[in-house]
Every structure is written in C-alpha cells, then in structure tokens.
C-alpha cells in the first residue's frame, strides 16, 4: 500500500505545486512541465509526518468508529486498494486512496 501511496497521492500533491510553481516562473502555462525535484521531497516530507502524527487517531476512527476492521477485512481491504491504486496510477487516471477504503 505505501508503493501505491507513493505513487499516487506524492504525485497528486507534487504535480499541483508543480504546475503553480512553473506558471509563476514562466508567465505562462507550460504544456510539457520539466520535473521539481524539490517539489517531490517536500511532498514526501509533509506526508511522512502527516502519517507519524495524525496516522493512528485516523486509523483508530476508521477502524473502530466508522466501521468494525478485523485483521482480515483489513489486509483484504489493503490489497484491494493497493491494487486498484497502481492500476490506476499506471493508466494514467487520478484516484484518491482515501476513498477506495
């Protein structure tokens, strides 16, 4: 699931900051943008310690409030969306982890 997050949700923040840093630095909306790197490692970053700190509380509501997660309903569901991500991260088509769950 973490490969999938990679590489779908990293890319999702990335490409935005992407995109607004070239136009500011352009003028100008750039059709085939050139990658920023430092864009990808402050994403990586802020989502590191979003997990770290605010992971387990969401974790417990998910798991204990909204709906009752077995160990088996959990890694069922891991490897759904695990699976249903890179698929279609591969294609090319914007999906949101979140709400595969």
């Given at each position: 699931?973490?490969?999938a997050a990679?590489?779908?949700?990293?890319?999702?923040?990335a490409?935005?900051?992407?995109?607004?840093?070239?136009t500011?630095?352009?003028?100008?909306l750039v059709?085939?943008?050139?990658?920023v790197y430092?864009?990808?490692?402050y994403?990586?970053?802020?989502?590191?310690?979003g997990?770290?700190?605010?992971?387990?509380?969401?974790?417990k509501?998910i798991?204990e409030n909204?709906?009752v997660?077995?160990?088996?309903r959990?890694q069922c569901?891991?490897l759904?969306v695990a699976?249903t991500v890179?698929?279609?991260?591969y294609v090319?088509i914007?999906?949101?982890?979140?709400?595969?769950?």
């Open positions: 699931m973490s490969f990679g590489a779908n949700d990293i890319s999702n923040a490409g935005t900051l992407q995109a607004i840093y070239q500011l630095n352009t003028g100008a059709e085939t943008p050139q990658p430092w864009a990808l490692f994403c990586c970053v802020f989502i590191v310690f997990l770290y700190f605010f992971g387990a509380k969401v974790m509501t798991g909204l709906s997660v077995t160990p088996l959990g569901a891991q759904a699976f890179l698929i279609a991260s090319g914007p999906v949101s982890s979140t709400h595969c769950l």
